[in-house]
Each structure stands twice: as C-alpha cells, then as structure tokens.
C-alpha cells in the first residue's frame, strides 16, 4: 500500500488512466449541515491511495480545489463509493458541485446478498475478498491539523478494494438479474441525496 497525501486539492498533474476512481470521505460527524467534510481519498484501483486533507472552508477553496471539482464532474470516470448517499451529500454541500456516474457498493450488496443483513465495508471486504481491515480509526477526529498515521492507513484502506468489490459484485448482480435495477439506483442517487438535503431524509416522496 501506497498513501500519497495533499493539502486542500489535489496536484495539477493528477490523472486517472482508468474509468473508474474509487471515493470515500470522513467529516466531522454524519449530520451534513453541521459536520464539516474534512477528508476526501481516492484510488485509481493501483495499490495507490490519495489522501487529501481539506481544512476549513474558506473563500479560496473554490480555485484551490478546482481539481477536486473536474473530477467530480467528469462524466467519463466512475466514482465508486461505499455509502454513496452520504459522500454525495457532504461534497455537495462543501464544493457545490454533485459527482457523476456514481456507484454504490453498499446499494448492490443489499441488491443482491439478501442472505444476509451486514452490508458495512468491513464485512464486505471479509465476505468477497477475504480482507480484513481495522475500523478503530472511524470516530477518530477528522478535523484535526494533522492527520496520524493510523488515519492515514484507515482512509486509504476505506478506497483500496472499491475497484475489486465492484467487480465481485457486479458478477453476482448479473448472476441475479439485477444489474439493470442497480444502475437505476446510481442514476437515482444524486437525486436522492437533493431530496435528503431539501428535508426528506425522513419521509419519501414515494409514500401513501
């Protein structure tokens, strides 16, 4: 494992050979509107992980993290996410800008492994890839200035095996019959996380 770590953005000359870049984020806390986003990582699907602190908001953000913002938006990369609904939402709410295509490795493995009920990474890591990882780090504080070593190695390991979890799990939803309902549900979920943002967290539009 390799952790490659930035302030606030990432480098200029940052690219991603590959269609698909594997996202996660940690904040302050998991309600968007009060807890600061604080870390985005990503990976490439190379043994890489690219952690980059973002500090508070200021108004210089907008032009340091304009990498950042090009590669949310960049229609022709995959962003894989493990609870995407969250992650959307507080790079939404910090940057403005929504990442698309998006896809869920938490959506599919609820999709399509209905025999069990433990969806979290951590047993999914275990489950398809036999990998264990530690998630002592998750309630760590995230706002900190410095990041420690064991945060840096808990963030990374959050996107080192997205591109492989994609992979094991799109075999099973094609096995199923259900790879067609997952892409609706990415396409969706954008539009689910404006709703969640707007007031309907809660309760769904979709009820009686």
């Not at 985005?40 to 907008?62: F, H, P, T, Y």
Request: glycine content about 4%; overall charge negative.
């Amino acid at each position: 494992m390799s952790i490659n770590y930035y302030e606030r953005d990432l480098p200029d000359d940052w690219s991603c050979s590959d269609t698909a870049v594997a996202v996660d984020t940690e904040a302050m806390g998991l309600k968007p509107y009060r807890d600061r986003l604080c870390v985005i990582q990503l990976s490439v699907g190379n043994g890489e992980a690219d952690i980059i602190r973002i500090g508070r908001k200021s108004a210089e953000d907008d032009v340091q993290a304009s990498n950042i913002v090009r590669l949310m938006l960049d229609t022709k990369i995959t962003k894989i996410f493990h609870y995407a609904r969250f992650d959307l939402g507080a790079i939404f709410l910090h940057f403005g800008v929504m990442p698309y295509p998006v896809w869920c490795t938490k959506i599919a493995s609820k999709l399509v492994r209905t025999y069990t009920d433990k969806h979290s990474l951590k047993e999914l890591l275990r489950g398809l890839l036999c990998v264990d990882v530690s998630k002592r780090q998750q309630h760590s504080d995230w706002g900190v200035p410095v990041l420690s070593k064991a945060q840096l190695s808990y963030a990374a390991s959050d996107v080192l095996y997205l591109h492989q979890l994609k992979e094991q799990l799109t075999i099973l939803l094609e096995r199923e019959g259900r790879l067609d309902i997952a892409e609706a549900c990415f396409e969706f979920l954008p539009t689910k996380v404006r709703l969640d943002l707007m007031g309907w967290n809660e309760e769904s539009i979709f009820d009686h």
